[in-house]
């Protein structure tokens, strides 16, 4: 080597001792410090003047970890939060919307039994044109959006047919004339709703012959009864008065499920008022054949024993349930009679109504 035209030459050491130096600058990281080098091993050779360098990087920063730890439990604290929402609170927060629905449905079945009675209490024997009746019939209940969804309900309208069910007979035997199912005695038709509640009790609602019985899986009863009242008969003799509305449902059977609301509508095609007597007195007698024949037993059975004229089970009334089983379907139904004693006058009522079911597009 030349320095101002003077010859010189560096020592092998000091190459040796240079290149240690720049291996030991490469050793520690000045941008950041995110890779650890491990000590190295270098060889040497007197007749090579290069070294060979092993590296072996290995991760060594702790802000690093602690992120992906934090990163970690926040999922697996957000997924705590999510199992115990949909394991705790889905179940009470549907509950009470299934709840919510009966309530609400139960509510407007009253309230189409309470417009029908109306339409037939002021339109029997009457010359004016009766009102339509609308009800809109909710369907489903709300659902918890991304956690659950509606539970739906299926909706159904069967006619009256001479041998189907739920059927509603009279029969009794004036002085001039014998009422029965083949003249103007017999009622049938019903609409039914099926809530197949998932977290609430499962139910179902049924409108046969003016009530509106709730059933489910503890048992069945009817919540607002027929028109149906007993008073005792004017004069000295002993006996009673018995007045009974029959309503006949027609129309077309249909089955409608699925959510949101349907609409029910019901005219009044026809109401009349026929008063029978018997001054000897003889019995009343009512046969349901219904799919509910337990709330119907209940129903008379309560009815006639809590009246205020004192009616006697076995002596002034009888109450009879009969069970029958269909072979094959698994599906039964009862036929209940109900019988009145001593009955010497009654005021018979029957009214015949076309029902629908429809779309109001909610």
Request: hydrophobic residues 35%; neutral net charge; contains cysteine.
């Amino acid at each position: 080597m030349f320095l101002g035209g003077v010859s010189a030459t560096i020592p092998e050491t000091t190459c040796l001792n240079i290149l240690q130096m720049l291996i030991s600058l490469l050793q520690h990281t000045h941008f950041g410090g995110r890779m650890h080098l491990s000590p190295q091993q270098s060889g040497y050779s007197r007749k090579s003047k290069s070294c060979r360098i092993k590296k072996s990087p290995s991760w060594d920063d702790e802000e690093g970890v602690a992120a992906t730890v934090g990163t970690i439990m926040a999922i697996m604290v957000f997924l705590a939060f999510m199992g115990l929402f949909t394991n705790q609170f889905v179940p009470v927060w549907m509950s009470d919307n299934e709840s919510t629905h009966m309530a609400a449905v139960i509510q407007q079945f009253g309230s189409l039994k309470s417009d029908i009675d109306g339409l037939i209490s002021s339109s029997a024997n009457s010359l004016l044109a009766p009102t339509p009746v609308f009800i809109p019939i909710t369907l489903s209940a709300p659902g918890i959006p991304i956690f659950a969804g509606p539970t739906a309900g299926v909706i159904r309208f069967n006619t009256e047919w001479v041998s189907g069910k739920p059927s509603f007979n009279v029969s009794y035997a004036s002085t001039s004339f014998s009422l029965d199912a083949s003249n103007g005695g017999h009622s049938g038709g019903g609409l039914e709703l099926y809530c197949p509640n998932r977290y609430y009790v499962e139910q179902y609602l049924e409108y046969e012959n003016g009530a509106v019985i709730v059933n489910q899986t503890d048992g069945e009863y009817i919540i607002a009864g027929i028109q149906m009242s007993i008073q005792a008969y004017s004069g000295t003799q002993t006996g009673y008065v018995v007045k009974l509305t029959q309503i006949s449902l027609f129309g077309q059977n249909r089955t409608i499920g699925g959510t949101g609301s349907k609409g029910v509508n019901a005219d009044l095609l026809y109401a009349s008022t026929n008063t029978y007597t018997n001054t000897g007195g003889t019995p009343l007698t009512i046969t349901i054949k219904s799919a509910h024949g337990v709330a119907w037993e209940r129903y008379f059975n309560k009815s006639l024993n809590s009246s205020y004229l004192g009616l006697k089970y076995g002596t002034d009334f009888s109450i009879h349930r009969v069970l029958y089983t269909l072979p094959g379907y698994g599906n039964s139904y009862s036929i209940v009679t109900i019988t009145i004693n001593n009955v010497k006058a009654f005021d018979h009522t029957h009214a015949t109504v076309q029902m629908s079911l429809g779309e109001i597009g909610v």
